[in-house]
């Protein structure tokens, strides 16, 4: 299984401002995702981060708001813009080689928006 | 779109106890299902896997069973320690097209083991 890093694993942000998570795989892995974790609550799939192309979003996310990078096989951002306090959550990235369906997370971002 | 849910959101059980924890999904075309387990702080861990060509799957001390039928998941725990005090999710898979490698996550429950 590949091992996960997130960076920052904790923030406490000003409403308006933007931050970017970083989530690093230590192995080559075919698909990478996006999830946020409401207190309390289920994952739900933000997107699928697509290497050198735009992210694939579900639906109730757009990329204004969470745009994402994934410029190789192993590393992806997720920028949290223009914050509320709406978005006070867990982020969570996650990765997978094969099968691409077995995904493996990372430990995750807390993030509250003051 | 399609969703995954739980019977029961809290499990409390006795240490040495034997649990079970189930999942409801409604996606007739899913094929793949896994169990997450929780820690508070922690982000998701791979638990087991199964699937659709199976009915059961054994671990080490964890069973997952898979009703077809009634589009039914199971997660029993043998011999339940204080560490396996967590919150455990069930995910399902689609496979192909636009649904390929997403998981659908359950609601949660939440199991104590009290000592």
């Known amino acids: 299984s590949a091992v996960i890093s997130q960076k920052p694993s904790r923030d406490i942000c000003q409403r308006g401002t933007s931050l970017t998570i970083q989530c690093q795989v230590d192995s080559q892995v075919t698909m990478m995702f996006w999830y946020r974790q409401q207190p309390g609550q289920s994952l739900t799939l933000i997107a699928t981060?697509?290497?050198?192309?735009?992210?694939?979003?579900e639906s109730g996310f757009v990329i204004d708001k969470f745009p994402i990078s994934r410029p190789n096989l192993t590393f992806s951002t997720l920028t949290v813009s223009n914050m509320s306090p709406e978005d006070s959550s867990i982020y969570l990235c996650s990765a997978s080689g094969l099968p691409a369906e077995t995904q493996y997370f990372g430990p995750g971002t807390r993030l509250l928006v003051l | 779109g399609e969703s995954v849910g739980l019977h029961l959101p809290t499990l409390s059980v006795q240490e040495g106890d034997n649990s079970i924890i189930n999942c409801a999904y409604s996606?007739?075309?899913?094929?793949?299902f896994i169990w997450y387990k929780q820690e508070s702080g922690k982000g998701p861990q791979f638990i087991i896997d199964i699937r659709s060509n199976m009915d059961k799957r054994q671990g080490q001390r964890v069973t997952v069973l898979l009703n077809k039928t009634v589009k039914h998941l199971s997660l029993q725990i043998a011999a339940t320690q204080p560490g396996d005090s967590a919150v455990y999710f069930c995910?399902?898979?689609?496979?192909?097209?636009?649904?390929?490698?997403?998981?659908?996550f359950g609601q949660g429950t939440i199991l104590t083991v009290h000592p």
């Open positions: 996606n007739s075309a899913s094929d793949y």
């Open positions: 981060a697509n290497q050198g192309s735009e992210a694939t979003y």
């Open positions: 995910a399902e898979s689609a496979a192909g097209g636009t649904s390929y490698g997403k998981l659908t």
